[in-house]
């Protein structure tokens, strides 16, 4: 069996083979455990298990908070790196920084941190409670957590892509008779969509299992606030090994087949900024205020 390559450097049979070795050990070996444990239980088992009320209701929370989150840190982290790249100010090497800290900060000292702030004796937690607003131990306090997680994601997917993107389309743009809105939804946000999606992507997969950080805010009240992660670990400290396999497997195939929408979402964008960018070369194409 042959390969073809148009890469002039040598090595890419060794190269094809440590890639597919690693996927193979990293990711295709233990997902197809999971498969084939899951097979073993039966159609009618396997949909009693994940049928359940506190599993439903696990999996709705789990997925539904890290969809806000990720939809949160969409939006203010997009804003957040266009201020990291189109604007000078004291201080943004330090704020660049504190971006990454959620990548080097362990995800339970986050969740301890969170909790103590957000608790009804803490800090913020106190003031919410004034006004009758609870957000520890809450659904609340989970997309507060999983928005810390996953800000990074976006402000490091966005980021690249805005510094590359040259001002001299903007200034084309308002030549043309455009004005800010009309520059920013024609030029910037087509050309940034992509890296958007991307960002929005990684974050909401990091908070559909995220673990550490949300299970100290999230107080795992059943049927209020308890993620699907943390009953997979209540099933196996319990020995329900078949129960646990079954919301993984569950998590697993709903996390498919939304990542795949997202990517199918993407493409979409993609191929709509190569047609819109063609329409738009054209020289007697103009806005109108």
């Known amino acids: 069996m042959k390969f073809k390559t148009n890469s002039p450097l040598p090595g890419f049979a060794p190269a094809l083979f440590y890639t597919v070795l690693y996927l193979a050990l990293i990711v295709v070996i ?16 396997f949909w009693d298990l994940i049928s359940g009320e506190r599993v439903t209701h696990a999996l709705m929370i789990s997925f539904a908070t890290a969809l806000a989150a990720a939809m949160i840190n969409a939006v203010f982290g997009l ?23 959620p990548f080097a900060l362990p995800t339970a000292v986050a969740g301890i941190a969170l909790s103590t702030l957000y608790s009804g004796s803490g800090w913020l937690g106190n003031l919410f409670n004034k006004v009758g ?11 507060i957590a999983l928005t810390f997680i996953g800000l990074p994601f976006v402000v490091r997917s966005v980021e690249p892509v805005l510094r590359e993107l040259e001002k001299e389309l903007e200034e084309a743009a308002a030549s043309l008779g455009a004005n800010r809105w009309q520059t920013l939804y024609h030029v910037v946000f087509p050309t940034l969509l992509p890296a958007l999606l991307s960002g929005f992507a990684l ?32 099933k196996l400290e319990e020995y329900d090994y078949a129960g646990a396999t079954a919301v993984a497997a569950a998590m ?30 054209a020289p007697d194409k103009g806005f109108v205020a």
């Open 30 to 45: 233990p997902l197809s455990g999971l498969f084939f444990k899951t097979a073993e239980l039966g159609l009618a088992q």
């Open 79 to 101: 804003i957040i790196a266009w201020v990291f790249v189109r604007y000078d100010f004291t201080g943004k090497g330090l704020f660049d920084a504190i971006i990454d800290l």
């Open 133 to 143: 607003i609870e957000i520890a131990f809450t659904p609340i306090g989970i997309v």
């Open 203 to 234: 974050a909401f997969a990091r908070g559909v299992g995220e673990y550490g950080s949300v299970i100290f805010i999230a107080g795992n009240v059943p049927y209020v606030s308890e993620v699907a992660p943390l009953l997979i670990v209540i």
């Open 252 to 281: 697993l195939l709903i996390s498919f087949v939304l990542l795949i929408l997202i990517n199918a979402l993407q493409a979409w964008s993609q191929r709509y900024k190569a047609s819109s960018g063609n329409v738009n070369a």
